[in-house]
């Protein structure tokens, strides 16, 4: 379950999220609610559900992430996350923060302060171990006109989708998500059915991280991940449907079950 938990953790924020955002200020406040199925070989591992909420100008999205009957006979694991922030038309403007989950008796906490695409402060609960000599550190630059995990991949309609390279930061690692075109792809689930567009993924890390890692160096030689993105008419931008994650004991699924409504 390690190899599944890891490739699930890097898209948790990235790939399982829809959101109702506008990209005019709504006269009224908007509620949004989405759910994702996450398999492994065809088999539940994971399921998770979103809520965004619109207020004018601001946004905030929260979801929750538990893992399904089967893998609960393995290791049990829940997951919250939440982001709250300003609307742009260019791109979400997070101003805080929050992901929190806990696998068996390991428990972890992270959130983030920004400031107009900078990290402002970062808090780790528990802290990071100490860097062993194989850590590449994170400098000041790394830590500016960034990305979080969870409304970075929400891009606003109109701008493009692939290509194009996202600026990550999840609390520890900065890494950057290169997304290239793969064409289009039909999509139906409760509340969508239309074209998807289809991105390659090319995981680049830049820092946080240890060159030594295996987890690190098998994402990096991935050349297979995928990821789908669907337009929402009524919010007015593409956010990810689907995406396909290989791990070394087999494909990981994330689809959505309900994208929209």
Not at 133 to 151: K, N, Q, Y
Request: charged share 20%; net charge positive.
């Amino acid at each position: 379950m390690g190899n599944v938990c890891s490739a699930f953790s890097a898209f948790f924020g990235a790939v399982l999220l829809v959101s109702g955002w506008q990209t005019h200020v709504a006269a009224e406040p908007i509620k949004v609610h989405a759910d994702y199925s996450v398999t492994l070989i065809g088999f539940p591992v994971a399921y998770a559900s979103f809520v965004t909420e619109i207020d004018g100008g601001s946004y905030k999205i929260s979801g929750v992430m538990r893992t399904s009957a089967l893998s609960d006979i393995i290791s049990k694991s829940r997951g919250e996350a939440s982001v709250s922030g300003k609307l742009s038309k260019e791109r979400l403007l997070a101003s805080s923060f929050m992901v929190a989950y806990s696998s068996g008796k390991h428990a972890h906490r992270t959130e983030i302060e920004f400031s107009n695409g900078n990290v402002k402060s970062t808090t780790n609960i528990p802290k990071s171990k100490k860097p062993t000599s194989d850590w590449v550190p994170l400098s000041a630059a790394d830590l500016r006109a960034v990305l979080d995990p969870l409304s970075g991949m929400v891009l606003p309609a109109g701008s493009k989708v692939c290509p194009r390279s996202l600026p990550i930061f999840d609390g520890q690692s900065r890494v950057t998500l290169h997304l290239t075109p793969k064409g289009v792809r039909p999509y139906r689930t409760k509340g969508f059915a239309g074209d998807a567009m289809v991105c390659g993924i090319r995981f680049e890390p830049k820092s946080g991280y240890r060159t030594g890692s295996s987890g690190i160096r098998y994402l990096r030689e991935l050349k297979t991940m995928e990821v789908w993105f669907a337009k929402h008419e009524l919010g007015g931008f593409y956010a990810p449907v689907y995406a396909k994650v290989p791990t070394k004991i087999g494909q990981v699924i994330v689809a959505a079950t309900r994208f929209g409504g």
